[in-house]
């Protein structure tokens, strides 16, 4: 693997956040979600997010796994989730008057960001071997997928099925339908 240096991986790292929220803007918008297209992952701009990432960055995959190797956690990770509804680990708090922690099920338009979220976080790093298939199998042989909640496992696995079996032009007139329908609920 080739050695960079510090200009390298700002710039990389930022042509990699720049291009990974347009792709993601572009699926939002298609989707009918323009807000939530608008604003994914602005905290990745802020210095507790985008000075760890230069210093992980690595450009096949995201800085965050290569920070939570070294590091065991990643902060830039922990300051993101708490920031971004579309990730799962902003759902989890305890229960009342339990010692334990739990995941709660995301609304359903973070969960139907963080599909779109999955799909172009997957072009951006696997390039020209991008599949319709590569989001789900990411999704399935994860091990975020034993934790999260099981209503938000089902609800990602079965787009990201649609996604693999239907193609991408089929697969966002289905989420644009789903986002007008359940865009409100739980
Ligand atoms: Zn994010």
Redo the contacts with the bound molecule.
């Keep these: 693997m080739q050695e960079r240096n510090y200009l390298q991986r700002f710039f990389g790292h930022l042509k990699t956040i720049n291009h990974h929220r347009f792709l993601v803007m572009k699926t939002c918008f298609k989707c009918g979600m323009y807000k939530q297209g608008l604003l ?2 602005l905290s ?1 701009y802020s210095p507790q997010e985008f000075f760890p990432s230069v210093k992980y960055f690595q450009g096949y995959r995201s800085p965050i796994s290569k920070e939570k190797e070294i590091c065991g956690y990643s902060t830039c990770y922990l300051h ?1 989730k708490d920031r ?1 509804k ?2 799962w680990e902003y759902w989890v708090d305890r229960k009342p008057k339990q010692p334990v922690l739990y995941a709660y099920p995301m609304p359903y338009r973070y969960m139907l960001e963080s599909v779109i ?1 999955r799909i172009s976080a997957s072009k951006t790093y696997k390039k020209e071997a991008y599949t319709n298939a590569e989001p789900y199998e990411f999704f399935i042989n994860s091990t975020e997928y034993k934790v999260m909640n099981p209503k938000t496992v089902s609800q990602i696995e079965e787009l990201l099925l649609y996604l693999k079996e239907n193609g991408e032009e089929k697969a966002l007139e289905y989420y644009k339908s789903l986002y007008k329908q359940n865009k409100d609920l739980l």
Excluded: S, V
Aim: aromatic content about 0%.
């Design positions: 994914h992952d990745k993101h971004n579309h990730h979220d």
